[in-house]
């Protein structure tokens, strides 16, 4: 409530809120720090998941990513032209498994040396406190890994 003289107070905090706009600047820095690697957050995740479930089919890929197998077959398919993946088995009517080269590999080790980076300047010793109070309280919650859905 306002009167003539006083300013609005502050917004309710709301958790939603608040891990939304620390999303986005994670987002915002670690596409920029991404992008001398030809890397987008999204191959990246791609990546991570391919190399994750080694023999991952695009049905997998698509619900891990939560994007259409479409998209994921789009994709695999920018990934295989840049040789970062291959299919095994890449035959008409055989279920594909996909998996990393050697050269995507490579990359998504360079790529978690930046995320490191990124990390350490968002949430390192030298970050705000309340972003490393975050996200020490964000690694303590998935210290035992991420909940199966």
């Not at 003289?5 to 999303?23: E, Q």
């Not at 670690?30 to 191959?43: E, V």
């Not at 891990?64 to 299919?87: C, E, N, P, T, Y």
């Amino acid at each position: 409530m306002t009167s003539e003289n006083a300013r609005p107070g502050p917004p309710a905090i709301s958790a939603s809120v608040v891990v939304l706009t620390l999303a986005r600047k994670v987002e915002t820095e670690l596409g920029a720090a991404l992008a001398p690697l030809d890397l987008t957050i999204s191959r990246l995740g791609l990546l991570g998941h391919i190399s994750g479930v080694p023999g991952a089919s695009f049905s997998d890929l698509a619900r891990m990513s939560g994007i259409s197998v479409q998209s994921v077959h789009a994709a695999v398919k920018a990934l295989a032209a840049a040789g970062l993946v291959r299919d095994r088995t890449a035959r008409a009517g055989s279920a594909s498994t996909i998996e990393l080269t050697p050269k995507g590999s490579r990359l998504l080790r360079k790529a978690e040396g930046v995320i490191a980076e990124v990390d350490e300047r968002l949430f390192g010793a030298e970050a705000d406190p309340i972003r490393r109070r975050i996200g020490a309280a964000i690694l303590a919650a998935f210290a035992d890994g991420f909940p199966s859905r």
